[in-house]
C-alpha cells in the first residue's frame, strides 16, 4: 500500500483519480494478454492467429527475435523487455538459435528457428516512420500511437502523413470513429479497395473520400464502435482519457451494440452476400462481388486508409479475389479472428470470466467460516467502510490523497480494534 503513494508524481492524483487508474490498468493488461495467464509458453501451440509479444534487448538487442508472455515473465526476468503489444501469426522465439547459450526455462525443445515470424523494428524498440521508442525518453507527454493492421507498427499522428489531424475519423470527444487503419505505405497495396462501397470507410473523417468510390451508399455505417479495438497505443490504457472507470465498463459492454445493419453494401449486395455476415457461408462465393477482375485495378494513390466496423467482413471472396488475397499475403484478412476488436472481445469474455470466478472463490471461502469468523470479517469490512466514509467526508476530494493520510486511517482503525478488545 505505502509503494503506491511513495512516487512523489502520484502525489497529484485524487482518491477517484487513482482508483480509476488500477482499474484501467488492469483491463489493458488482460486486454493485451487476451487471457493469457503466462504461466506456460506457448510455442507448442504454434503460429498463435495473435498474442501478445515481448522484445529482450538484453538477450536479442538486434530484434530479431520476441517471446510470449510466460517466457517474458519467467526466462527474461529482469532483462529489458520491450513490450510490443499483440502480432499475428508469430511463434515464440525463447531460446531458440537466435538466443545462443540461452536456454528456455519453460519450453527449451524448440526448433532452431520460426521461420513463418516476421520482424520489424518494434523488436528493437523502435516505432513509426520517425524510429522512436515508445515511451519516448526525449518527449514530456507521450502521444498516443495508431497500429498498421498490415505491418502491425505504430504511428505518431503527426507522422501519417495527412494533411491535418481532422482527418482522423473522430467523434466529439475525440474517440476513434474507425476500427482499423492502414498506414500509407501499406495502402499501396490495397488499389482492391477501390470499387467497394464507401460503407468500408469510417465515417466522420474529413478525409475527401478519393480512394473510395464516388458511389453515394444510402447505408452509411452509423455504428462504428470506438471501442479499443481500433488500435491506440496510449501510456495509461484503453480507457481513453479521464473519466477511466466509466469508460472502462462503456468498453466492456460495448460489444453488444446491435451491428445487424452494418454490413449491407451497395448495389451487389443481396446478390452475393445478402444479409449473411458470417465468413464462413460466404466462403465459396463464385460472382465477384466487385463487378471487376482485381487484378485489372490501377494502383491508387498511397494514402492513410480509416475503414469502418466490419467492413472486413465485406471483402468478396470469390475465386479471383482469394487468388489475389493470397498473392499479397493478406490472407489474414478475411479471418475474424485476426482482428484486434475480435482478439479484445475474446480477451473481455475470459477476462469476465476470471473475476466471475475470483468472485466465486472469495465468496465459497466465505462460507466455509463459522459463524462468528463470519461475523468478525464483516465486522472489520463494516469498520473500515466507516472508517474510510469518515475520512472522506472530512477529506476536500479536489485535493491529493498523501501516505499519512492512509496511514491515519488504519491508525484509527487499529485505535478502535484496541478499545473493543
Ligand atoms: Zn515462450
Ligand atoms: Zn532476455
Ligand atoms: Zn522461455
Ligand atoms: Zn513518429
Ligand atoms: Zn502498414
Ligand atoms: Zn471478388
Not at 538487442?61 to 529482469?78: F, K
Not at 502521444?143 to 466529439?172: G, K, T, V, Y
Not at 462504428?224 to 496510449?234: F, H, I, P, R, T
Request: proline share 3%; hydrophobic share 30%.
Amino acid at each position: 500500500m505505502d509503494g503506491a503513494f511513495e512516487d512523489e508524481n502520484e502525489q497529484t492524483i485524487t482518491i477517484n483519480e487513482y482508483l480509476n487508474k488500477v482499474e484501467a490498468e488492469e483491463l489493458e493488461a488482460d486486454l493485451v494478454l487476451g487471457g493469457d495467464e503466462g504461466k506456460e509458453c506457448t510455442y507448442a501451440v504454434g503460429y498463435m492467429k495473435r498474442q501478445a509479444i515481448f522484445s529482450c534487448l538484453t538477450c536479442t538487442p538486434d530484434g530479431t527475435a520476441g517471446v510470449c508472455t510466460a517466457c517474458s515473465l519467467s526466462c527474461h526476468d529482469g532483462h529489458e523487455i520491450v513490450e510490443l503489444w499483440t502480432k499475428r501469426n508469430f511463434r515464440c522465439d525463447c531460446g531458440n538459435s537466435k538466443f545462443g547459450e540461452f536456454f528456455c526455462k519453460l519450453f527449451p525443445k524448440k526448433d532452431v528457428e520460426n521461420a513463418e515470424n516476421s520482424y520489424n523494428h518494434n523488436f528493437k524498440g523502435l516505432y513509426c516512420t520517425c524510429g522512436r521508442p515508445y515511451p519516448d525518453p526525449d518527449v514530456e507527454e507521450q502521444e498516443e500511437m495508431i497500429q498498421c493492421i498490415m505491418c502491425e507498427d505504430w504511428f505518431h499522428e503527426e507522422h501519417l502523413d495527412l494533411e491535418s489531424a481532422n482527418e482522423i475519423p473522430r467523434d466529439e470527444e475525440g474517440e476513434p470513429l474507425y476500427e482499423d487503419f492502414i498506414c500509407k505505405t501499406c495502402s499501396a497495396i490495397c488499389s482492391f479497395l477501390t470499387p467497394y462501397p464507401r460503407t468500408i470507410w469510417a465515417a466522420g473523417g474529413k478525409r475527401d473520400d478519393a480512394t473510395a468510390s464516388n458511389r453515394k451508399d444510402k447505408n452509411v455505417l452509423e455504428d462504428v464502435s470506438s471501442a479499443c479495438g481500433s488500435g491506440k497505443l496510449e501510456n495509461d490504457a484503453c480507457s481513453h482519457g479521464s473519466s477511466g472507470d466509466d469508460n472502462a465498463m462503456a468498453n466492456l459492454n460495448g460489444d453488444s451494440v446491435p451491428v445487424a445493419e452494418a454490413s449491407v453494401i451497395g448495389e451487389n449486395s443481396e446478390k452475393n452476400i445478402g444479409s449473411d455476415q458470417s465468413t464462413k457461408k460466404a466462403d465459396l462465393q463464385s460472382t465477384c462481388v466487385l463487378g471487376v477482375n482485381p487484378a485489372t485495378l490501377l494502383v491508387s494513390e498511397s494514402k492513410p486508409l480509416f475503414l469502418s466496423k466490419n467492413w472486413r467482413d465485406i471483402l468478396c471472396k470469390c475465386e479471383k479475389c482469394l487468388e489475389m488475397y493470397n498473392h499479397k499475403h493478406i490472407i489474414y484478412l478475411l479471418d475474424k479472428e485476426d482482428s484486434i476488436a475480435e482478439y479484445e472481445k475474446m480477451a473481455k469474455e475470459k477476462r469476465e470470466e476470471k473475476l466471475q470466478k475470483q468472485e466465486g472463490a472469495e465468496l465459497s471461502f466465505f462460507n466455509k467460516l463459522g459463524h462468528v469468523e463470519k461475523m468478525e470479517i464483516l465486522n472489520g469490512i463494516a469498520d473500515f467502510k466507516e472508517e474510510f466514509r469518515t475520512f472522506l467526508e472530512s477529506f476536500d476530494t479536489s485535493k491529493t490523497i498523501t501516505s499519512s493520510d492512509v496511514h491515519q486511517i488504519f491508525e484509527n482503525l487499529a485505535k478502535k480494534r484496541r478499545r473493543v478488545e
